[in-house]
């Protein structure tokens, strides 16, 4: 997929609600189940409670992940999505943590590291945005259309929503 017709998520983090919705239809489509631990994708609480983020791979213009992998098992796939050959992955974890959002989770069935991989190309959009219809907090757009402010506003309402947690004295 050339850049010109890359697709992108787009998380309005004020509307999400903490439903879920996009986990379970995750986990349903790669695993058979619905259960969050079985998702590529988690929702994060963050406050007192109150502000939910979707996390998931975000497909860095220039994903660390691949870099640092030993086993040169992060692999980005013709749509864009950073994913894991679970043939090479030895669950050492670097993607983890060089990710700037923690995207990678441990697939619970082989122990590897799992990413979103926007559903492969299976869907025209990815199940978690159809699952998130009603609140639309995830959207899958052509990324032409999203401007850096969107994303500026978006990371500026998260900084000042973030209450640090307190330090025990």
Same mark, same amino acid.
């Given at each position: 997929m050339s850049s010109k017709d890359q697709k992108i998520f787009v998380v309005d983090e004020r509307k999400c609600d903490g439903c879920r919705e996009c986990e379970k239809a995750?986990?349903?489509k790669h695993f058979g189940v619905c259960s969050p631990r079985h998702s590529r994708i988690r929702i994060e609480a963050f406050g007192d409670g109150d502000l939910f983020v979707p996390v998931f791979c975000q497909a860095c213009g220039d994903p660390l992940c691949i870099k640092v992998c030993p086993m040169n098992a992060r692999i980005?796939? =013709?749509n864009g999505a950073v994913v894991t050959d679970e043939d090479r992955c030895i669950g050492c974890r670097t993607c983890v943590y060089i990710c700037?959002?923690?995207?990678?989770?441990e697939n619970p069935v082989s122990g590897k590291l799992m990413t979103c991989d926007r559903c492969a190309e299976d869907e025209e959009l990815p199940l978690c945005v159809q699952a998130c219809s009603k609140q639309q907090a995830l959207r899958f757009v052509d990324a032409r259309v999203v401007a850096r402010t969107t994303a500026r506003e978006?990371? =500026?309402?998260l900084k000042a929503a973030y209450k640090p947690p307190k330090v025990p004295e």
């Amino acid at each position: 997929m050339s850049s010109k017709d890359q697709k992108i998520f787009v998380v309005d983090e004020r509307k999400c609600d903490g439903c879920r919705e996009c986990e379970k239809a995750c986990s349903h489509k790669h695993f058979g189940v619905c259960s969050p631990r079985h998702s590529r994708i988690r929702i994060e609480a963050f406050g007192d409670g109150d502000l939910f983020v979707p996390v998931f791979c975000q497909a860095c213009g220039d994903p660390l992940c691949i870099k640092v992998c030993p086993m040169n098992a992060r692999i980005e796939l =013709a749509n864009g999505a950073v994913v894991t050959d679970e043939d090479r992955c030895i669950g050492c974890r670097t993607c983890v943590y060089i990710c700037p959002v923690g995207a990678p989770v441990e697939n619970p069935v082989s122990g590897k590291l799992m990413t979103c991989d926007r559903c492969a190309e299976d869907e025209e959009l990815p199940l978690c945005v159809q699952a998130c219809s009603k609140q639309q907090a995830l959207r899958f757009v052509d990324a032409r259309v999203v401007a850096r402010t969107t994303a500026r506003e978006c990371a =500026a309402r998260l900084k000042a929503a973030y209450k640090p947690p307190k330090v025990p004295e």
